[in-house]
C-alpha cells in the first residue's frame, strides 16, 4: 500500500486548520502535509503535529501576495530577494516542525514577457535555495501546475521537468508530481509516473475533472496506487482534493490495496 497522507489545506475543510490534525490523525492518517504554514506560528502546529503524533511531510515555500494575484515568485526576475528570504522562513518552519522536504512554487508568467528570461530568474533561484536547503538537510522539490485552473502558470506539465532537474544540477532537488495536474494538462499519469519515477520525489492526487475525491472523475487511480505500490516508490502519496462530501465520508480510497 502507498505510504498515504493527508494535505490539510484541501482535506478537512469542516474545521479551522489548527483542528484539522486531530480530524486526520482520527480518520488513520500518521502523516499530512499544507502548502501554507505561514498564518500560524510555527510552534502551534508543532503543537498539534505533537498531539496528534503526526509526521509533517511537506510545506512550501512562501508564494507571494495571493490576493494581488501571485501564486509562487521563484521564476519572477523582480522578486528575487522575497523569493530568497522566504527560504530561510520556510527552512525555519522546516526546523520547528520537523519536516524534511519543501516545494518551491515557479510563479506566473505575464502576456509578452519572455520565457527565457523567466528561466533564467528560475533556474538561479531553484540554485540558491537548493543550496540553502541542502545546508538545512532538507530536500527540495518543484511541482508542475496546470494552467488550465491557473493561467499563465510558468511550469505547468511534469515531463519537462527531467531537462530543469538536470539543468539545475542539485542532488537534493526532486519532482513533486501532482496526478491532478498531470491528468488536467492531458498527459497520461500512469505514463508520466513509469517514465519519470526515478526523479520524483512525493506524489499528490485528485480526480479530474474537478479535483474531488477518488472515483469522482474519470482519472483511474485506483490503478495508479497499485502501479505506486509495485513500482518501489517509497515516498508519500498526498490526497490533495476538494471533498464532496465529509472528508471522513471520502476515504475508501484508503483501503484500496
Ligand atoms: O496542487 C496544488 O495546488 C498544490 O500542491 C500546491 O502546493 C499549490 O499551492
Ligand atoms: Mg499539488
Request: charge should be negative; proline fraction near 8%.
Amino acid at each position: 500500500m502507498p505510504r498515504y497522507a493527508a494535505n490539510l489545506g484541501w482535506l478537512f475543510p469542516e474545521h479551522p486548520f489548527l483542528e484539522r490534525f486531530g480530524a486526520a490523525a482520527r480518520a488513520g492518517f500518521k502523516a499530512v502535509e499544507f502548502a501554507v504554514p505561514y498564518d500560524h506560528p510555527a510552534a502551534a502546529i508543532a503543537e498539534q503535529l505533537r498531539e496528534h503524533s503526526l509526521e509533517c511531510i511537506l510545506f512550501n515555500t512562501p508564494s507571494g501576495n495571493k490576493a494581488k494575484g501571485d501564486f509562487g515568485l521563484a521564476c519572477r526576475p523582480e522578486r528575487v530577494h522575497e523569493f530568497r528570504e522566504g527560504v530561510a522562513t520556510a527552512i525555519e518552519y522546516a526546523r520547528v516542525l520537523k519536516t524534511p522536504r519543501v516545494n518551491v512554487i515557479a510563479g506566473l508568467i505575464k502576456a509578452g514577457e519572455d520565457p527565457r528570461e523567466l528561466h533564467a530568474a528560475f533556474v538561479s533561484n531553484l540554485r540558491h535555495a537548493a543550496r540553502e536547503l541542502a545546508a538545512a538537510g532538507l530536500q527540495m522539490l518543484m511541482e508542475p501546475i496546470n494552467n488550465v485552473d491557473n493561467p499563465g502558470y510558468f511550469f505547468p506539465r511534469n515531463p519537462p521537468a527531467r531537462a530543469l532537474i538536470e539543468e539545475v544540477g542539485a542532488p537534493n532537488f526532486a519532482l513533486q508530481c501532482d496526478l491532478y495536474h498531470v491528468a488536467m494538462m492531458g498527459d497520461d499519469p500512469a505514463a508520466v509516473f513509469e517514465d519519470l519515477r526515478p526523479i520524483i520525489g512525493h506524489v499528490q492526487f485528485a480526480d479530474v475533472p474537478g479535483r474531488g475525491e477518488p472515483g469522482t472523475g474519470k482519472v483511474p487511480l485506483q490503478a495508479l496506487f497499485a502501479q505506486i505500490d509495485r513500482s518501489g516508490y517509497t515516498g508519500w502519496t498526498a490526497a490533495e482534493y476538494r471533498p464532496s462530501r465529509r472528508t471522513e465520508d471520502t476515504l475508501d480510497w484508503m483501503r484500496w490495496c
